[in-house]
């Protein structure tokens, strides 16, 4: 079973900021929060991580909730290539674990 | 540094047959796993390895099997096709460290198989 959950879709107008919620509130103290985006039919692609701060790069940001329950990807700008399923998981960095993909939010960007 | 490779990219097979996808990880990562991705079942774990063994493994039949070279790179096979068997394989590597796997993946582009 997904240890997360998204919601299924979101829009956001080109230029905006899109802020994408993901419920995680059975992770253990050594998981991190993961987010990929996949672009139709190609590979998932990595996009950010973090364990309970708040992390930024190139692409996003990720906030965590002071309780590790929940998080947000932030695309602070959006375009129309960010049009994509975005996947928030759960993930530890040493160990051995399966990885459960959920369904994802499928984030249209609007012109 | 070049990413994930993953061989063929598309494949036609019918039912019956067997088939063996490639995956190259991205040069030092020595952890391999392996996803099948359907649009009624999204993307589901297969398997992972390091260091030519298998580490996890997934909730799919027999029938899906796969193993780590030396060099890190790994196949997975499938043998006796069925239908349900046509969808998008994804590989991803990862580091690894002596401590076990985990972290970061990066996929491959996948192989997009179809079972007639």
């Known amino acids: 079973d997904a240890k997360t959950t998204q919601p299924p879709s979101m829009d956001c107008a080109e230029g905006r900021a899109a802020n994408l919620p ?23 692609q990595y ?6 701060n708040n992390e930024t790069n190139e692409m996003a940001s990720l906030i965590i909730t002071e309780d590790r329950k929940s998080s947000t990807l932030i695309l602070p700008h959006a375009t129309l290539r960010d ?17 459960t993909f959920g369904t994802g939010t499928k984030l249209q960007v609007i012109p | ?10 494949l036609i097979k019918t039912r019956g047959q067997q088939v063996t996808l490639s995956c190259s990880p991205i ?13 009624g079942q999204g993307l589901q774990f297969l398997f992972e390895y ?32 069925e239908l349900g068997d ?3 394989y994804l590989c991803a590597s990862s580091l690894a460290r002596p401590s076990g796997i ?7 582009p996948g192989t997009r198989l179809l079972v007639l």
Not at chain 1, 23 to 43: A, C, F, K, L, P
């Open chain 1, 22 to 44: 993901c419920n995680h509130s059975t992770i253990s103290g050594n998981e991190y929060v993961y987010w990929y985006r996949q672009i139709h039919s190609q590979g998932p």
């Open chain 1, 47 to 52: 996009i950010i991580h973090g364990l309970k």
């Open chain 1, 83 to 99: 049009t994509a399923v975005y996947y928030c998981i759960v993930r530890v960095e040493r160990g051995y674990q399966k990885v």
């Open chain 2, 1 to 10: 540094k070049a990413g994930v490779t993953q061989t063929p990219r598309y």
């Open chain 2, 27 to 39: 040069s030092g990562h020595r952890s391999v796993s392996w996803y099948q991705q359907t649009p």
């Open chain 2, 50 to 81: 390091f260091s030519e063994t298998q580490r996890n493994k997934g909730n799919f039949p027999g029938r899906f099997s796969g193993r780590q070279f030396s060099n890190s790179r790994s196949e997975m096979n499938v043998s006796t096709l």
């Open chain 2, 86 to 88: 046509s969808a998008l």
């Open chain 2, 102 to 108: 985990g972290g970061t993946q990066y996929f491959g």
